[in-house]
């Protein structure tokens, strides 16, 4: 079974500040990870995804994740955020059929 | 490349009443999803095609529930006999043919229901 755990509900962040959003995920196959965003009443957007190679993961609109599989975390930094970043974010495991997080709120204000 | 379209986006019934989704993928994707996201949650799968085979179908899919791909191309979920419990988001998403590692799962904006 798969499983992923999003640590925080929300994460407040002043603008032109760095951001983590934190995932921890569980699995006993071999891992694929993605981050999702998702904007107001629109669909969810991949951001980036992990299938195999280097641990370091580059995603559109700045954002990178390090996947870490001793400490089974795939955590999502921007070093610097603007206001066009609030949104919904999800973590999700899977080969084809996803599990997603309950995802991290990231309200970026001015 | 239009995107996933889902329609209607929005859907308002009464208990008890049946309602039907359509989704269409992205052009050439074999693959289709149906997911279900309810208010502060992640979404939740429900089921998958390639092509016009409904391979998986989640325990969440009750037999109220029911899905189909005819021809591989266009997809409809349809709810029986709709109870509040069903009200949410439910999310549609294609993915294109790979050479069987998982691939990028395109998503639509959703079709809301609401269930009075």
Known sequence: ?110 | DTGVSQNPRHKITKRGQNVTFRCDPISEHNRLYWYRQTLGQGPEFLTYFQNEAQLEKSRLLSDRFSAERPKGSFSTLEIQRTEQGDSAMYLCASSPPTSGSTDTQYFGPGTRLTVL
């Open chain 1, 1 to 110: 079974a798969q499983s992923v755990t999003q640590l925080d509900s929300q994460v407040p962040v002043f603008e032109e500040a760095p951001v983590e959003l934190r995932c921890n995920y569980s699995s006993s196959v071999s891992v694929y990870l993605f981050w999702y965003v998702q904007y107001p009443n629109q669909g969810l957007q991949l951001l980036l995804k992990y299938l195999s190679g280097s641990t370091l993961v580059k995603g559109i609109n700045g954002f990178e994740a390090e996947f870490n599989k001793s400490q089974t975390s795939f955590h999502l930094r921007k070093p610097s955020v603007h206001i066009s970043d609030t949104a919904e974010y999800f973590c999700a495991v899977g080969f084809q059929k996803l599990v997603f997080g309950t995802g991290t709120r990231l309200l970026v204000s001015p």
